[in-house]
C-alpha cells in the first residue's frame, strides 16, 4: 500500500514543473526511496538552523525553494534563525537541529566536539560525489568540505577576501599627476601591501569627506585581514607554528605582519576601531564614496554594483596584495565568512538533511541561491560565475577577480581545535596595537605566550597531529625563518 502510495505521489510530482540537474533529483528520488523502505515517515521535519542572512538565500525568497522542496518530497522544512556566532555554540546551544552552517575555520572544533557527521558514508549510500572543476563543479572542495582527507561539509556559499578602489579617482588625470609627483610612480591598482598604504595615504581626506581605506579593525575579527598580511612573510607561505607548534609569530615576519595591519588604521574614520565596526560599517561607507578602499568578499561588489550605490560602475575589484620576497610577489587570499552545510551529529534527520544540503547545491538550484539579490550567498560553483544574472548582480569584472584569486587562496585559522581561543587572543592584542596601546611587538609576544597556553590546554601532542593534517592543505614549505 505504501509503495502504491509513493508511486502516485512521485508521478504527480513528475507533472510539477521544475528546474533541477541531476544532483537535485537524485535527492528527490532517494527521499522517496527512504519513505519506501520506511527509514522516514511523509511528513517529516527536517529542522534547519540558519543565521539571518542565510534565510534569503538558502530558503529563497518568499521561502520559494522551502515550499519547493516540502511540495516534491512530501518532507517538512522546520526553520529557525540563529545568532550570528560561531557554529560551535550554535550546535552546543541546539542538540535537536539537523542541519546548519559553519565557516572553514571552524571545522577542527565541530570535528573534536564530533558536533557534525562526517559524510563520506552519505556519499557512498546516495552515491553522490562532489565535482570540483568545471563547468559545474565546486570551486575548491578543499578549502570548503574537507578538514584533512574528511569530508565534513558540502559548500554553499563562496567568500575569499578581494580588495576595491575608486576606479574614477585612480582614472582621474589630476589625480594622476600629483600621486606622479609625491611618489615618483604611475597612479595604478597596487600589487604589494606598501602600495595599499601609499594609495590610503594619498587619498586619505577626511576633511573632505573621504577615508583613504574603510577595511574592519574591531575587536571581534581582526585575523581575517592580518593572517594574509602574515601568510605572504614567506614563501611559499609562513607558518604559524612549527612542526612542535610552538608559534612563530613573535618574530620580525609577525611583527612586520602587525606593522602593516595596524598601518591601514591612520587612513581610516576615528571610530573604526569602536565594537561593532565590522563589514556593517565599512562597506557603506565605501558605497557611499566616503572610502578609496576597502576590503572584503565578493559580497561587497553586489552592494557596490547595486542600484542606488554611489559607487555603481565606479569601483573595481583586484586581487588581494603581497609581499616581495626576494624580489618574488608572495600573497594569498583566504576564505573569512562562507558558509558550509554541515549535518548535526545529534539530528533526528541526518540522512533527510544529507539529501536537502545535496538538493540546495544541486547546479541548477544553487544559481537560485546565489542568484537571490537579498542573500547573503555567493559564487561556489564555477559555472555560477558565467550566469548572466549573477554577473549583473555583482558585476562581469568583480566576478573575474574572484575566479582568479581562488588559486592564491590558503585554508584560514589555525586548523586546530580551540581555534576560536587562538584568533581571539590574536584579535585582542593586534587591536592593543591599532589602538596604540602597545607596540607590534608585544602584541605578537603576548599573543604566543597565550597561544602557548591554549596548545597546552589542549594537549601538545593532540594539537600536533591536528596540525599535520592542517597543513596537509597548504604548499609544500621551503623551510621557516624565525624559530
Known sequence: MLARATGALVLALACQPTIAGAQAEKALAAVQDLIVRGEIKRGAVIKVAFKPGNINALLGPDLELQKDWERLTGTVVNARIIPQQPALANLRDNPDIDITVARTHEFPDLIKERLVEELTPYGKEFAYQLGDGPPDGFVRLDLQAYFGDRLVAIPADGDVILYYLRKDLLEDPQERAAFRKRYGRDL????TWKELQDLAAFFHRPEKGLYGIAEERDEAGGWMYWLPRYLDQEAPYRRLFDDAMRPLINSPAGIAATESYVAAVRYSPPDILGEGKDYGYTLPLFMQGKAFASGF???????????????????????????LVKGKLVRHTIPIYGNNLVISSRGAQRKLAYLFAMWLTDPDISLRTVGAKGGHTDPYRWHQLNDPRIRDLYSAQALEVFASEWTAALPPGTGLPGDGEYLAALDHNIWLAAA????????????????EKITERYGRANQIAYLKRFLGRFPAPTGQSGR
Open 436 to 451: 596604540g596601546r602597545q607596540s607590534a611587538g608585544e602584541a605578537m609576544k603576548r599573543t604566543a605566550a597565550e597561544w
Open 297 to 323: 568578499t565578493i559580497a561587497a561588489a553586489k552592494l557596490f554594483n547595486a542600484p542606488g550605490s554611489g559607487v555603481r560602475d565606479k569601483f573595481v575589484a583586484f586581487p588581494i596584495p603581497g609581499m
Open 188 to 191: 595604478a591598482i597596487p600589487t
